[in-house]
């Protein structure tokens, strides 16, 4: 939500934040604190909301509210809620069928809710400052990957260190790599893979945004090899910067991404269908510059300017 705050500050909202913690603990008394001390002068209680342990704490801020009589509005990022949504029908129906208004960030989401009964749904996608996202069109492409995730083994990064060494061993000069902060240990075990196959692997840990994007020049190409996904930001920010995409076709990928016209989408876990991906756009520049065109074209509606009007409609009512 950081960025959404950001945005909300500079037009003109007071925005109050919670939580910076790393322990869950202290992240949810951090979060039901600022609530509670902030509830006289609070409007509207956003709260971001996963799929998995996460959603407690939008569960519990949701109750928070509801007892205090403060309106809230759910923001949908777990890609796998429509599942959340069946094993806990209970707990969903009053945190989301209780708030003001949810927002779907997806069509996707959007659509599973709608399904699920909920009508106090809105699409609002994510949102960038596009021009803050130099376009780079890249006129000669090599197999320089480019991961951007957090560590977690939803996100299947140990299938990007599979690539690679699919890719070598077809005889592909290949580079990858890997951008986040571990989650689950997953960083770990895709060091320890990387390093006992001596894999060209580099592993840069937490970049913050400016820097990343610098990064990124030096690559060609972005995977995303999620197994849940909604409507990642860094995919977005990938296409802004005319990175050609290869992405799993799971979630609500296929609602942010058109296969072969902006993007190439395989299937999850398909090591060779990613192989093929890339080796589509070593022999076919032109495809490359079609799809990287197409796709900043698609991004330029999820900038901030033309977004921010969606949010003015809830938070303005």
């Known amino acids: 939500m950081e960025s959404l705050s950001g945005h909300l500050i500079s037009e003109g909202f007071d925005v109050i934040s919670a939580s910076s913690r790393k322990n869950k603990v202290l992240r949810l008394w ?51 809620l429509p599942e959340r949504l069946r094993k806990s029908k209970r707990l969903s129906w009053k945190l989301f069928n209780g708030a003001k208004q949810n927002v779907a960030p997806s069509g996707y989401l959007l659509e599973h809710f ?68 571990e989650k689950d240990g997953s960083l770990e075990r895709c060091k320890k893979l990387a390093g006992e196959k001596s894999l060209p692997v580099r592993f840069t840990g937490r970049l913050n945004k400016e820097e990343w994007i610098q990064l990124s020049e030096s690559y060609d190409i972005f995977i995303n090899t999620t197994n849940f996904d909604n409507m990642p930001v860094s995919v977005i920010e990938a296409m802004a910067l005319g990175l050609p995409v290869i992405s ?18 395989v299937d999850a876990n398909d090591k060779e269908g990613f192989c093929n991906a890339i080796s589509m756009l070593l022999k076919d520049k032109e495809f490359g510059i079609r799809i990287a065109r197409n796709a900043r074209k698609k991004v330029e509606k999820f900038d901030w300017e033309e977004v921010k009007q969606l949010w003015f409609e809830i938070l303005k009512a």
């Open 30 to 80: 951090d979060m039901i604190f600022t609530v509670l001390k902030h509830a006289r002068r609070t409007q509207y209680v956003l709260i971001d909301t996963y799929s998995t342990q996460n959603f407690y704490y939008a569960v519990t801020i949701g109750n928070i509210c509801r007892l205090l009589k403060i309106p809230y509005i759910p923001i949908l990022h777990g890609g796998n």
């Open 114 to 181: 709608r399904r699920s009964g909920y009508n106090n749904v809105a699409h609002i996608p994510n949102s960038i400052d596009v021009e803050l996202y130099p376009f780079k069109l890249r006129s000669s492409v090599k197999a320089r990957l480019l991961w951007v995730r957090s560590f977690a083994e939803i996100y299947n990064p140990t299938l990007a260190i599979k690539i690679v060494e699919e890719l070598m061993n077809k005889g592909i000069d290949v580079e990858l790599c890997m951008v986040g902060p």
């Open 248 to 265: 799993t076709k799971v979630g609500g990928i296929p609602f942010l991404l058109e296969d072969n016209k902006d993007a190439i989408l």
